[in-house]
């Protein structure tokens, strides 16, 4: 069965400061591969997703990542990050089609002014 | 993208009593998928609804505990039934997206809390 992790339970940087939040799945193909938000009292939010093809992908809110299949990695980006960024983030696979997400355990993601 | 609303967004129930949480999308969906969030977790699939036929439950998930109606495209129903404290969560529905593909799409939840 495929498997999410996020190896970092909870993340503080300064506001202006880069971002790099980890992903790792387990899984003998290539997954679909997504990231949500979740601010909180919020429902989930799609911030990019990856299915094939370019590897670096652009997604919502100045978010990017990046799939290195060889480390079975999709790491989330962002270059400078803002105090409405605070927020959860998850990382979900799919091997199904969209009918088989997997999530990650999340990653709190705390902004200092 | 789909529109998704939830009703209730909280409630707060005492143990042994049902709580049913309704699911409205603003357009025709074939799969609609049913979750549970604990307390600082992250999300787990409780089953998955297509109108027309019974809900596909997850290991560890009962119809008897959580029956789920599905009459149209656009709505469905979870119903937690013979509540206790450990089934205070976070309820979101999400649907599959017609175009593109493979996504998914989320309600803003229902924050449960039994007592």
């Known amino acids: 069965a495929q498997s999410v992790t996020q190896p970092d339970i909870h993340i503080t940087v300064s506001e202006g400061a880069s971002l790099e939040l980890r992903c790792n799945y387990s899984y003998g193909a290539t997954p679909y591969l997504f990231w949500y938000v979740q601010s909180p009292g919020q429902g989930l939010q799609l911030l990019l997703k990856y299915f094939s093809g370019d590897t670096l992908v652009q997604g919502i809110k100045g978010f990017e990542a990046e799939f290195k299949r060889s480390q079975s990695s999709f790491n989330l980006r962002k270059p400078s990050v803002h105090w409405s960024d605070a927020a959860e983030y998850f990382c979900a696979v799919d091997d199904n089609y969209g009918q088989n997400f997997v999530f990650g355990p999340g990653t709190r993601l705390s902004v200092l002014p | 993208s789909a529109v998704i609303s939830q009703k209730p967004s909280r409630d707060i129930c005492q143990r042994g009593t049902s709580l049913t949480i309704q699911c409205q999308v603003d357009s025709q969906v074939t799969m609609m998928f049913w979750y549970r969030q604990q307390p600082g977790q992250s999300l787990t699939l409780i089953a998955t609804a297509n109108q027309g036929s019974e809900a596909t439950y997850e290991s560890g998930f009962v119809i008897d505990k959580f029956p789920i109606s599905r009459p149209n495209l656009t709505f469905s129903t979870l119903t937690v039934s013979n509540m206790s404290p450990e089934d205070s969560s976070i309820y979101l529905c999400?649907?599959?997206?017609?175009?593109?593909?493979?996504?998914?799409?989320f309600g803003p939840g229902t924050r449960l809390t039994v007592t």
């Open positions: 999400s649907v599959q997206s017609s175009f593109p593909l493979y996504e998914q799409y």
